[in-house]
């Protein structure tokens, strides 16, 4: 697949210490990223190697391309907007992608005349466009004449080259959505299915580097996904820190990847924040847990950027529900339940 996108194999060195920057995608080491600023960046290269990560630098300020079919980013389907991993210009929009045959993510239509600009790339004896970032002007991939209408062009874009943020609010009246892995997700569904304001509790999978696993592929431990569900949830009736006290109080954020007897990465604490705000309410009720000691042990909850979200089968589906005189349902998710009502017992659902 190299005739794709390949030119060279150089690696960069590791990066410098962190410089703090705010953005809205949060990358502290990198203070010339930005998803609202469209002023064209002149910087070194130096600079860029201290500020990239060295497979980020490769391929961004070195042409160098990641291997074809590499993560979740070729062939999904989520919603939302992908920008320039470099510098944060925002380039696509999802509903401008489409699943290629070449192993790479594939695009018919670039944002606006500016966000890409090409030059001539005659690199290993071949005629190619190279598609280059409008504001910091670093590697993208390349574009063809081989894509879908109404343009009939591919750009064909390396993965690590973009970043990409979900559409993360429901589009209908006043529904948000939040992802939330607190241990096994029979669990955490059943709890919340009970909280007023919350409209659809769905189990499913998210994180790690396999697309819609299965759910025999995650117990493994080896996608790095986590068991999660996607809390929809209205706003009128509940809020993110509501969301955020029930998490807290129905699983124990002091056990690293592990929850009982449910042990291994997929197991593990996490709140997976689509936007500032989920990250910033996240970030705060840990702090203030952690500063009244509540849990005797520092919090292991890990914050992850969104990035897709796999509904599992439908047998996991509503499990508790539908499977209450399990013994698992009795021994485990029934505690959790009787334990929720108790703390909110102001703020069941009325039956």
Same mark, same amino acid.
């Given at each position: 697949?190299?005739?794709?996108?390949?030119?060279?194999?150089?690696?960069?060195?590791?990066?410098?210490?962190?410089?703090?920057?705010?953005?809205?995608?949060?990358?502290?080491?990198?203070?010339?990223?930005?998803?609202?600023?469209?002023?064209?960046?002149?910087?070194?290269?130096?600079?860029?190697?201290?500020?990239?990560?060295?497979?980020?630098?490769?391929?961004?300020?070195?042409?160098?391309?990641?291997?074809?079919?590499?993560?979740?980013?070729?062939?999904?389907?989520?919603?939302?907007?992908?920008?320039?991993?470099?510098?944060?210009?925002?380039?696509?929009?999802?509903?401008?992608?489409?699943?290629?045959?070449?192993?790479?993510?594939?695009?018919?239509?670039?944002?606006?005349?500016?966000?890409?600009?090409?030059?001539?790339?005659?690199?290993?004896?071949?005629?190619?466009?190279?598609?280059?970032?409008?504001?910091?002007?670093?590697?993208?991939?390349?574009?063809?004449?081989?894509?879908?209408?109404?343009?009939?062009?591919?750009?064909?874009?390396?993965?690590?080259?973009?970043?990409?943020?979900?559409?993360?609010?429901?589009?209908?009246?006043?529904?948000?959505?939040?992802?939330?892995?607190?241990?096994?997700?029979?669990?955490? +569904?059943? $709890?919340?299915?009970?909280?007023? #304001?919350?409209?659809? !509790? %769905?189990?499913?999978?998210?994180?790690? =580097?396999?697309? /819609?696993?299965?759910? +025999?592929? $995650?117990?493994?431990?080896?996608? #790095?996904?986590?068991? !999660? %569900?996607?809390?929809?949830?209205?706003? =009128?009736?509940? /809020?993110?820190?509501?969301?955020?006290?029930?998490?807290?109080?129905?699983?124990?954020?002091?056990?690293?990847?592990?929850?009982?007897?449910?042990?291994?990465?997929?197991?593990?604490?996490?709140?997976?924040?689509?936007?500032?705000?989920?990250?910033?309410?996240?970030?705060?009720?840990?702090?203030?847990?952690?500063?009244?000691?509540?849990?005797?042990?520092?919090?292991?909850?890990?914050?992850?950027?969104?990035?897709?979200?796999?509904?599992?089968?439908?047998?996991?589906?509503?499990?508790?529900?539908?499977?209450?005189?399990?013994?698992?349902?009795?021994?485990?998710?029934?505690?959790?339940?009787?334990?929720?009502?108790?703390?909110?017992?102001?703020?069941?659902?009325?039956?």
């Amino acid at each position: 697949m190299l005739n794709a996108c390949g030119q060279t194999n150089n690696k960069a060195n590791k990066t410098s210490k962190p410089i703090a920057m705010e953005n809205v995608i949060s990358k502290p080491e990198n203070p010339y990223y930005s998803n609202t600023d469209t002023a064209k960046l002149n910087v070194s290269e130096a600079e860029w190697k201290k500020v990239l990560s060295p497979d980020l630098y490769a391929v961004a300020r070195q042409a160098d391309t990641e291997r074809a079919f590499t993560g979740t980013m070729w062939n999904s389907e989520a919603k939302g907007t992908y920008y320039c991993a470099a510098c944060g210009l925002k380039l696509f929009r999802s509903d401008q992608k489409f699943t290629s045959s070449c192993g790479w993510p594939s695009f018919f239509e670039q944002e606006n005349k500016n966000s890409i600009t090409f030059k001539d790339d005659n690199s290993y004896g071949m005629q190619r466009i190279e598609a280059l970032c409008g504001r910091c002007n670093s590697h993208l991939g390349h574009l063809f004449d081989d894509g879908p209408e109404p343009t009939g062009k591919r750009y064909c874009m390396n993965a690590i080259s973009l970043d990409f943020v979900p559409d993360a609010t429901v589009a209908k009246g006043n529904l948000e959505s939040i992802v939330l892995g607190g241990g096994c997700y029979w669990c955490v +569904e059943a $709890v919340y299915e009970k909280l007023e #304001g919350v409209d659809k !509790v %769905v189990s499913g999978f998210a994180g790690g =580097t396999v697309a /819609n696993p299965s759910y +025999e592929e $995650v117990c493994t431990g080896r996608t #790095g996904a986590a068991e !999660v %569900v996607q809390i929809t949830y209205d706003k =009128t009736k509940t /809020n993110l820190d509501e969301i955020f006290q029930v998490f807290f109080t129905v699983h124990d954020p002091t056990t690293l990847n592990r929850q009982g007897a449910d042990v291994g990465t997929q197991y593990r604490s996490v709140i997976f924040y689509a936007n500032e705000e989920q990250k910033k309410a996240a970030e705060s009720i840990i702090a203030e847990l952690n500063n009244a000691n509540v849990y005797g042990s520092k919090i292991v909850t890990t914050l992850e950027p969104f990035k897709a979200f796999y509904k599992a089968k439908d047998y996991h589906q509503n499990y508790y529900e539908n499977n209450k005189d399990q013994p698992y349902c009795q021994m485990v998710i029934q505690p959790k339940i009787e334990k929720f009502e108790k703390v909110f017992k102001d703020r069941l659902k009325k039956k």
